[in-house]
Protein backbone atom coordinates (compact mmCIF):
# COMPACT_ATOMS: atom_id res chain seq x y z
CA UNK A 1 0.00 0.00 0.00
CA UNK A 2 1.10 3.81 -1.10
CA UNK A 3 1.74 5.64 1.81
CA UNK A 4 0.99 8.86 0.30
CA UNK A 5 -2.36 7.68 -0.75
CA UNK A 6 -5.94 7.84 0.59
CA UNK A 7 -6.86 3.39 1.62
CA UNK A 8 -10.26 2.24 0.43
CA UNK A 9 -10.08 -1.40 -0.95
CA UNK A 10 -12.58 -2.66 -3.09
CA UNK A 11 -13.49 -6.16 -1.44
CA UNK A 12 -16.34 -7.25 -4.27
CA UNK A 13 -19.35 -6.10 -6.65
CA UNK A 14 -22.29 -8.24 -6.71
CA UNK A 15 -25.18 -7.38 -9.78
CA UNK A 16 -28.31 -8.29 -10.19
CA UNK A 17 -30.40 -8.12 -13.31
CA UNK A 18 -34.19 -8.63 -13.53
CA UNK A 19 -36.25 -8.62 -17.02
CA UNK A 20 -40.14 -8.20 -15.73
CA UNK A 21 -42.44 -7.52 -12.84
CA UNK A 22 -40.72 -6.32 -10.00
CA UNK A 23 -41.61 -4.02 -6.88
CA UNK A 24 -38.90 -1.31 -6.91
CA UNK A 25 -40.64 0.39 -4.11
CA UNK A 26 -40.18 -2.91 -1.73
CA UNK A 27 -36.90 -3.16 -3.05
CA UNK A 28 -35.37 0.61 -2.34
CA UNK A 29 -37.61 -0.02 1.52
CA UNK A 30 -35.87 -3.15 2.02
CA UNK A 31 -32.44 -1.73 1.96
CA UNK A 32 -32.97 1.40 3.60
CA UNK A 33 -34.39 -0.14 6.68
CA UNK A 34 -31.49 -3.02 6.65
CA UNK A 35 -28.83 0.32 6.59
CA UNK A 36 -31.02 1.70 9.33
CA UNK A 37 -31.22 -1.35 10.92
CA UNK A 38 -27.33 -2.05 10.47
CA UNK A 39 -26.66 1.59 12.06
CA UNK A 40 -25.21 2.83 8.02
CA UNK A 41 -25.60 6.57 7.51
CA UNK A 42 -27.45 6.72 4.06
CA UNK A 43 -25.93 9.34 1.01
CA UNK A 44 -28.27 9.51 -1.36
CA UNK A 45 -26.12 10.56 -4.70
CA UNK A 46 -27.82 10.56 -7.54
CA UNK A 47 -31.61 10.62 -8.48
CA UNK A 48 -32.87 10.75 -11.69
CA UNK A 49 -35.89 10.44 -13.89
CA UNK A 50 -36.17 10.32 -17.61
CA UNK A 51 -39.27 10.17 -19.87
CA UNK A 52 -38.36 8.56 -23.58
CA UNK A 53 -39.88 6.84 -26.24
CA UNK A 54 -39.26 3.35 -24.77
CA UNK A 55 -40.66 4.13 -21.40
CA UNK A 56 -39.70 5.98 -17.99
CA UNK A 57 -35.71 5.15 -16.98
CA UNK A 58 -34.32 5.49 -13.43
CA UNK A 59 -31.26 5.77 -12.39
CA UNK A 60 -30.89 5.94 -8.19
CA UNK A 61 -26.95 5.87 -6.68
CA UNK A 62 -27.19 5.97 -2.62
CA UNK A 63 -24.37 4.65 -0.42
CA UNK A 64 -24.61 3.51 3.31
CA UNK A 65 -21.74 4.25 5.29
CA UNK A 66 -20.96 3.12 8.93
CA UNK A 67 -18.15 4.03 11.47
CA UNK A 68 -16.69 1.35 13.13
CA UNK A 69 -13.33 3.28 14.53
CA UNK A 70 -11.75 6.28 13.91
CA UNK A 71 -9.77 4.81 11.35
CA UNK A 72 -12.27 2.34 9.96
CA UNK A 73 -15.42 2.64 7.48
CA UNK A 74 -17.63 0.52 5.60
CA UNK A 75 -18.95 1.78 2.74
CA UNK A 76 -21.50 -0.19 0.47
CA UNK A 77 -23.09 1.56 -2.97
CA UNK A 78 -25.98 0.61 -4.41
CA UNK A 79 -26.86 1.53 -7.81
CA UNK A 80 -30.15 0.69 -9.29
CA UNK A 81 -30.80 1.40 -13.47
CA UNK A 82 -34.31 1.05 -14.42
CA UNK A 83 -35.22 0.62 -18.00
CA UNK A 84 -38.34 1.33 -19.85
CA UNK A 85 -40.49 0.79 -16.61
CA UNK A 86 -44.31 0.34 -16.72
CA UNK A 87 -46.58 0.15 -14.18
CA UNK A 88 -48.66 -3.24 -14.34
CA UNK A 89 -51.53 -5.07 -12.51
CA UNK A 90 -49.65 -8.28 -11.54
CA UNK A 91 -51.58 -10.47 -8.56
CA UNK A 92 -54.00 -7.73 -7.77
CA UNK A 93 -51.31 -5.59 -7.18
CA UNK A 94 -49.62 -2.79 -8.77
CA UNK A 95 -45.88 -3.39 -9.71
CA UNK A 96 -43.36 -2.44 -12.41
CA UNK A 97 -42.21 -4.20 -15.50
CA UNK A 98 -38.79 -2.83 -17.58
CA UNK A 99 -35.29 -4.30 -16.89
CA UNK A 100 -33.85 -3.51 -13.23
CA UNK A 101 -30.18 -3.81 -12.85
CA UNK A 102 -28.90 -3.59 -9.19
CA UNK A 103 -25.56 -2.89 -8.31
CA UNK A 104 -23.66 -3.66 -4.87
CA UNK A 105 -20.09 -2.41 -4.69
CA UNK A 106 -18.23 -3.05 -1.19
CA UNK A 107 -15.34 -0.76 -0.39
CA UNK A 108 -13.35 -1.12 2.98
CA UNK A 109 -12.01 2.47 3.79
CA UNK A 110 -9.12 3.22 6.02
CA UNK A 111 -8.03 6.25 7.57
CA UNK A 112 -11.03 8.10 6.09
CA UNK A 113 -10.77 10.97 9.20
CA UNK A 114 -7.36 11.11 7.02
CA UNK A 115 -6.00 12.46 10.33
CA UNK A 116 -2.31 9.62 8.89
CA UNK A 117 -2.48 11.85 5.93
CA UNK A 118 -1.33 15.40 6.64
CA UNK A 119 2.48 15.29 6.58
CA UNK A 120 5.07 12.69 5.39
CA UNK A 121 5.92 11.08 9.01
CA UNK A 122 2.42 10.59 9.51
CA UNK A 123 1.94 8.75 5.94
CA UNK A 124 4.92 6.42 6.38
CA UNK A 125 3.95 5.57 10.14
CA UNK A 126 0.51 4.97 8.04
CA UNK A 127 2.08 2.73 5.71
CA UNK A 128 3.89 0.89 8.29
CA UNK A 129 1.11 0.23 10.24
CA UNK A 130 -1.30 -0.77 7.33
CA UNK A 131 1.69 -3.35 6.17
CA UNK A 132 3.04 -4.96 9.00
CA UNK A 133 1.38 -4.33 12.02
CA UNK A 134 -2.71 -4.23 11.07
CA UNK A 135 -2.71 -7.70 9.27
CA UNK A 136 -5.33 -9.30 12.17
CA UNK A 137 -7.36 -6.26 12.45
CA UNK A 138 -7.61 -5.56 9.33
CA UNK A 139 -8.94 -9.19 8.37
CA UNK A 140 -11.36 -8.86 10.91
CA UNK A 141 -12.86 -5.81 9.60
CA UNK A 142 -13.03 -6.99 6.08
CA UNK A 143 -14.96 -10.37 7.08
CA UNK A 144 -17.08 -8.47 8.69
CA UNK A 145 -18.27 -5.86 5.63
CA UNK A 146 -18.14 -9.04 3.79
CA UNK A 147 -20.84 -11.01 5.51
CA UNK A 148 -22.96 -7.67 5.96
CA UNK A 149 -22.82 -7.17 2.51
CA UNK A 150 -23.70 -10.50 1.87
CA UNK A 151 -26.81 -9.88 4.28
CA UNK A 152 -27.53 -6.98 2.14
CA UNK A 153 -27.87 -9.20 -0.92
CA UNK A 154 -29.86 -11.43 0.39
CA UNK A 155 -32.18 -8.81 1.21
CA UNK A 156 -32.46 -7.77 -2.39
CA UNK A 157 -33.03 -10.85 -3.72
CA UNK A 158 -35.97 -11.88 -1.41
CA UNK A 159 -37.43 -8.11 -2.01
CA UNK A 160 -37.46 -8.88 -6.08
CA UNK A 161 -38.22 -12.66 -5.12
CA UNK A 162 -34.85 -14.14 -6.35
CA UNK A 163 -33.93 -17.33 -5.06
CA UNK A 164 -30.55 -17.96 -6.44
Not at 10 to 31: A, M, P, Q, T
Not at 34 to 51: A, L
Not at 72 to 96: A, P, Q, S, T
Request: proline share 1%; no cysteine; charged share 30%.
Amino acid sequence: MDPGKNVGIKLFENRIVEKGVFDINLLYKNIRGWFIDNKYTIIERENTTKHKSRGIEILLKFTGEKKVTNFYLYEVRIDFLILGIKKVKYKNKMLDHGILEVRELVTLKMDYLKKWSKTNASRFLRFIYLNFIVNHIYRYHKQTLINEANKLFDVMKDSMELYT
